[in-house]
Nanobody, 120 residues
Framework: QVQLVESGGGLVQPGGSLRISCAAS????????MAWYRQAPGMQRELVATITSGGTTYYADSVKGRFTVSMHNGKNTVVYLQMDRLKPEDTAVYYCYADVGPVQGVYEYWGRGTQVTVSS
């Protein structure tokens, strides 16, 4: 059972930067991809960015050019989301996600989320 723990959220002014992290409880074998989702109050959870085990990335149009996802495999697997030029509409709870298994969709894990608030 993989556990994911997000950290690094907080309050930042518009135009500022923040890096959030997601640490897995282990180095994940059979990892297909990790992703960041976010959910704003009253809104559905939406995909922000993904990174495959091979390093291929994907970004939602709303964050393309401003956010960067990266992954590090050491003692455990850690995925980062560097968020630059933040906007008030980026305010949300950000969730980490991992897809694990011989093919996609076999095991899916979620973190509990970290709050990011962009406000002056």
């Amino acid at each position: 059972q993989v556990q994911l723990v997000e950290s690094g959220g907080g309050l930042v002014q518009p135009g500022g930067s923040l890096r959030i992290s997601c640490a897995a409880s282990e180095t994940i074998s059979n990892l297909n991809e990790m992703a960041w989702y976010r959910q704003a109050p009253g809104m559905q959870r939406e995909l922000v960015a993904t990174i495959t085990s091979g390093g291929t990335t994907y970004y939602a149009d709303s964050v393309k050019g401003r956010f960067t996802v990266s992954m590090h495999n050491g003692k455990n697997t850690v995925v980062y989301l560097q968020m630059d030029r933040l906007k008030p509409e980026d305010t949300a709870v950000y969730y980490c996600y991992a897809d694990v298994g011989p093919v996609q969709g076999v095991y899916e894990y979620w973190g509990r989320g970290t709050q990011v608030t962009v406000s002056s």
